[in-house]
């Protein structure tokens, strides 16, 4: 008997977190997956790499001229790029990675999908690791790196559990990606203004939202935070799903902060039942990132005690205030914040940690809402708990930083490349310093550079 070749499969845009996922879906399928990319950096690149996936750096037209079944074309893949010509001139096969994943991954499992402007990557990454301690086998694909399973997706047997990202779809398709999903349980996390360069306004954002509310059944669940003005509009534009709402102070799901740095807590449930959890995260966003992911997994049966016991052995995701090194008593962090709601919870939760200690952050203003300048006003309050701060002057900013660094109450300063930022940063920074670079790209690789700096600054 002839055995069939497996199915070839092009992914574009591969080291893009969610792209990088559907390659890693492909691959446990069968697949013979490749896939392109420009700017290849970790952990992407290196999950990929591990998993035996074929990168080609750049965009040259070339790459079909291998033999595929099938294009999967990430959103950051425009018109006038070769591939894309090319694959538009030979009538292809494409598809788009959120239509990709509805239709080979989706289709009949239970998808619990975690959408909301902040906290999605670590919520979902949450719920994935409190359904696989209650035995649930869940698949996922999160748009980051769960440390506690090593790999951004999986397939799975049971539930799948998806981030579900508000970007739009691909160049041919400009809905948001999360209306492909079909969830039965969705959690809100929170509402705002982002992605600047998809959306015209808050109210564009919302509409999309509303979109994805739309496609919850009448059997499922919806869980929102509360209070949230923007998701209280959200859900009076029409909703048909039973919607809890969950809370610090208010609605069915509540949680009782037990320190200042957040690390541990108590989750009250709607039956009145109360469950502590200590766990090695901090931060009031984290602990009400966790409620949310309780209360979805109750959906499924899992009761908030097992729950609460899985949420003391969760590890954050890469990437979100992770201590990447410890280098001659200077402590490097890493966080993905690139919203100055993220920045200003990001650094409350790292200051009600470290006390009085001096906090250095490093912010670089890389995505695309950033570099147009919609948060220049508020940026500079967002630093507010740090004690110096440098700024990147990133390219594609259509505004002065210098105006933001003025505004900033602690001394701060705009660097034009990261070797000055490193060379400033060994020149202050001393022994106790805690040191927090932030930004959702690869930053040229900081985080290595500095840490390699600051050990020659003591050999």
């Not at 740090?386 to 933001?404: K, M, N, S």
Request: hydrophobic letters at 45%; glycine letters at 8%.
């Amino acid at each position: 008997m002839t055995r069939r070749a497996a199915r070839r499969t092009h992914i574009l845009g591969v080291c893009g977190t969610f792209m990088g996922g559907i390659a890693l879906l492909a691959r446990e399928l069968g697949d013979e997956v490749s896939g392109a990319d420009q700017g290849m950096y970790p952990p992407m690149s290196d999950q990929l790499a591990q998993a035996g996936i074929a990168l080609s750096e750049g965009f040259d037209a070339s790459q079909l001229d291998v033999p595929c079944d099938e294009v999967v074309v990430g959103n950051a893949m425009t018109r006038g790029n070769p591939l894309v010509e090319r694959l538009l001139d030979e009538q292809r096969a494409l598809v788009s990675g959120p239509e990709w994943l509805a239709r080979r991954v989706l289709a009949g499992r239970t998808v619990l999908a975690v959408a909301g402007t902040h906290g999605k990557t670590t919520t979902a990454s949450m719920l994935a690791w409190i359904l696989e301690h209650a035995g649930l086998a869940p698949g996922f694909l999160i748009g980051g790196v769960p440390r506690n399973f090593g790999v951004s997706a999986r397939l799975g047997s049971g539930p799948f559990v998806v981030e579900a990202d508000e970007y739009d779809t691909a160049f041919f398709d400009k809905r948001s990606k999360f209306v492909h999903y079909r969830p039965r349980v969705l959690i809100l996390n929170n509402l705002e203004f982002d992605h600047a360069d998809i959306f015209r306004d808050l109210a564009d954002v919302r509409r999309q939202f509303h979109h994805l509310v739309r496609t919850v059944p009448r059997t499922g669940a919806i869980l929102a935070s509360t209070p949230d003005a923007q998701l209280d509009a959200l859900l009076a534009m029409g909703c048909w799903t039973p919607v809890t709402r969950f809370g610090e102070d208010d609605g069915a799901w509540r949680i009782s902060i037990d320190r200042p740095d957040a690390a541990a807590f108590h989750v009250h449930t709607p039956a009145g039942e109360q469950h502590a959890v200590a766990w090695p995260l901090i931060g009031r966003h984290n602990a009400l990132n966790a409620l949310g992911a309780v209360a979805a997994a109750q959906v499924l049966g899992v009761d908030a005690a097992s729950a609460c016991a899985a949420l003391a052995r969760f590890e954050a995701p890469r990437r979100r205030l992770e201590l990447r090194a410890r280098v001659d008593g200077v402590y490097l962090y890493d966080d993905f914040a690139h919203h100055p709601t993220a920045v200003r919870a990001t650094l409350q939760a790292l200051r009600a940690a470290v006390g009085d200690a001096r906090i250095v952050a490093v912010l670089d203003p890389a995505s695309n809402t950033m570099r147009m300048g919609v948060h220049r006003d508020t940026l500079a309050p967002a630093l507010a708990c740090a004690d110096r701060v440098l700024l990147h002057r990133t390219p594609g900013l259509v505004f002065a930083l210098e105006e933001v660094a003025a505004g900033v109450r602690a001394p701060a300063t705009v660097h034009d490349s990261v070797d000055d930022i490193v060379a400033t940063l060994c020149a202050e920074a001393v022994a106790g310093d805690h040191v927090l670079i932030m930004s959702n790209g690869g930053f040229g690789g900081i985080h290595q550079r500095l840490a390699e700096a600051l050990e020659s600054r003591c050999a």
